[in-house]
């Protein structure tokens, strides 16, 4: 089975891809090094190396149970919190693996942001909501709450719809604002990474599409990665991608590489729609 | 087996055959008389509940009045009999068990369902607390008489301290004005080791009703908060805990309601029977202005309770005092009706700010 860095290693040292923006070459963001994760008895991961480069988008790709989701939780350790739950091997954020004793859980996952499938706005005001991740980190300064409410709203490109209700229930809002909301929620404490696990996978098409712009623009700024199974929408918005299957990274490469000539059989398969 | 015409062309011509219609009507017919059965029974405890209310109240007409909830009792003459004793009684037994059992079981519930892994211990605690639930109240009267009002001969001019060490300890703070302790040890027959008894004999329902609570908000909302970087008591104390306040209220509510008419333990600890004081002599606002001490008194002060009081009327050989016992349960079911109806209004307080 090729979950090979050797395939990967390449892009590391490439500068720009075609028609992006971006000139300084890709640098590592989060590295894993034969990661295995296991719950309980039943092992979910299987040797997973792979780099994430900072600032773009990596998207998670495979079937149903493949281990994609479980991968993108072991980046800011929310796995920590199943019961049973074990890992070998090692998750490196800018050199520094987060599983060593003396790694703050907290501030880990106040850098390494999270997004989740289910919008899940507190029952809180908008504002509330925001402001969340700041308060409980101690901040207490008015100004200050409302400048970052402010700016992570006008980051999650949420601000004019919600300006003037800020103090308004955040379940009052529809299904794709909601989502920008946990979005702007995720930006305001601050993270250079941002998780998303299916972040449009129960949003209609129009909201889809906003949540895709946004992903655009915030990748200037962040490192994402994105699980998704719709594999269009990796192809439109990520600019790597790995292929997940049976808990076994097959391939990781550029977006456009893996979709039009994938180097492994199974992968050809998984895009081409013969099974999953 | 012959068709009936007349369901046929009404449910169409589209149906196949009459099989399908009559196993409709079957199910309609079991369906209306299940609903009928639920109906009646509803209606048969609410009927119950009506004449037992009725009967009740129009004994006491002419009885409750301003007299009777503001004298304490009298043995001769039910005219001068009064309340106030039990009112008083209760409403500290009542308070003090609140302020006993609901952060106790509020914690416990916490614990098991958010801190505790599952092994052997945390699994046999939580099959015992729906046995405990079930305890019969006169186990908790005994329970409550060894471990509170005796402390099971510890303290005292004879206990077990003194037998072993010679030093003896009869309590805490001396009180010139009382000429006693106003922390006896042991309790004794007094407001506290009450309250502390019923707190036990409501615990499992708080924690149950809790812990029910707690499971009930979605992990999805625990693991947004985490994944902001809380820490798992901000997760609780700012997310957990106010989403699931309505559902721990409900414990609460019917904790109290045993609570409150609960007889069988406090006479089991020695709750009297005729009591001509309110607890640490505080009949009124007033009183707690003028001798504020009475309110570290008062806990450990002996007393009365409504159910006691009541009983106590029930069996006078004066035909009047059936009367007084009327006017008593009036007033014990005001007292229960506007309690729960507090519960219910911070429980709709909260629940307004939540909708899944």
Redesign the interface.
Known sequence: MANTASSFSGLVKRPALGGESLKEPRVAKIESRSLCFYYGESQALHEISMTIPERSVTALIGPSGCGKSTFLRTL?R?ND?V?GARHSGSVLLEGQDIYAGDVDV??L??QV??V?Q?S?P???SIFDNVA??PR??GLRDKEKLREIVESSLKRAALWKEVQDRLHD?A?ALSGGQQQRL?IA??LA?GPDVLLMDEPASALDPASTARIEDLIFELKEAYTIVIVTHNMQQAARVSDFTAFFLKGVMVEIGDTEQIFTNPKEKQTQDYITGRFG | MTTEPGIVSESGAAVPAAKGSRLKQNGRQESWLFAGLCRAAVWFSIAILIVLLVAVTKNSIGWLDWQFLTSFDSARFPQKAGILAGLLGTAWVIGLTILFAVPIGVGAAIYLEEYA??NWLNRLIRLNLANLAGVPSIVYGILGLTVFVRMFGFFGPQGILYRWTGWELNGFFWSEHYQQYLIPLPFGRVVMSGALTLALLILPVVIIASQEALRAI?A????????????RW?TIR??VL??SIPGIMTGVILGISRAIGETAPLVMLGAMTFVYFAPGNLDSLSDVAQHPEGLIKAPFDTFTVMPIQIFNWVRQSKEEFKYVAAAGIVVLLAILLVLNGLAILIRNRYSK????
Not at chain 2, 223 to 231: F, I, K, M, N, V
């Open positions: 800011n929310m919190i019961e907290v501030a996952r106040k942001g999270m989740f289910k899940t507190f029952p809180k969340y991740g409980i980190g229930s379940l946990c929620r995720a404490t | 892994t599952d979605p999805s909302l625990r693991h947004a908060s985490l994944a902001l970087g809380a820490t901000q700012h997310q106010p989403a700010h939540l909708h899944w």
